[in-house]
């Protein structure tokens, strides 16, 4: 299995064992835009962005979520909540740190509420 699907694999099995509950995995907006998962925190939707590496020698994983990325799920929230009518509702962007090391139990942090949404974009 691929890093990358291992990690969300795991991410969002963490996530259900926090009390969230998974709604879609790997979300991708008819105009651009990309989600890894779609989770209900209780009454918020949370978009959320899983970053997996085998190793931290070069900084966290979620230091890798720079503004470029940070677009693309802004983007991809915006489109799952226009697939939703542009409902009223409370909603986040999250980060699930995987660490995937040789011969290790992986390593899951979560991240609430890591970055909003940028100037331009007003919901």
Same mark, same amino acid.
């Given at each position: 299995?691929?890093?990358?699907?291992?990690?969300?694999?795991?991410?969002?099995? $963490?996530? !259900?064992?926090?009390?969230?509950?998974?709604?879609?995995?790997?979300? =991708?907006?008819?105009? /651009? &835009?990309?989600?890894? *998962?779609?989770?209900?925190?209780?009454?918020?939707?949370?978009?959320?962005?899983?970053?997996?590496?085998?190793?931290?020698? $070069?900084? !966290?994983?979620?230091?890798?979520?720079?503004?470029?990325?940070?677009? =693309?799920?802004?983007? /991809? &929230?915006?489109?799952? *909540?226009?697939?939703?009518?542009?409902?009223?509702?409370?909603?986040?962007?999250?980060?699930?740190?995987?660490?995937?090391?040789?011969?290790?139990?992986?390593?899951?942090?979560?991240?609430?509420?890591?970055?909003?949404?940028?100037?331009?974009?007003?919901?």
């Amino acid at each position: 299995m691929r890093l990358g699907a291992r990690g969300e694999k795991l991410a969002a099995r $963490y996530l !259900r064992q926090h009390g969230f509950k998974v709604l879609y995995r790997n979300f =991708r907006g008819r105009h /651009g &835009g990309e989600l890894d *998962l779609v989770c209900r925190d209780r009454d918020t939707l949370v978009f959320v962005e899983v970053k997996t590496r085998t190793r931290e020698e $070069y900084g !966290r994983p979620i230091e890798t979520v720079n503004r470029k990325q940070q677009r =693309r799920i802004v983007l /991809g &929230g915006l489109a799952w *909540l226009r697939l939703l009518g542009d409902p009223d509702v409370l909603f986040r962007f999250d980060v699930v740190e995987v660490v995937i090391a040789a011969g290790q139990s992986p390593r899951i942090e979560l991240v609430r509420d890591a970055f909003h949404l940028p100037d331009p974009y007003l919901y």
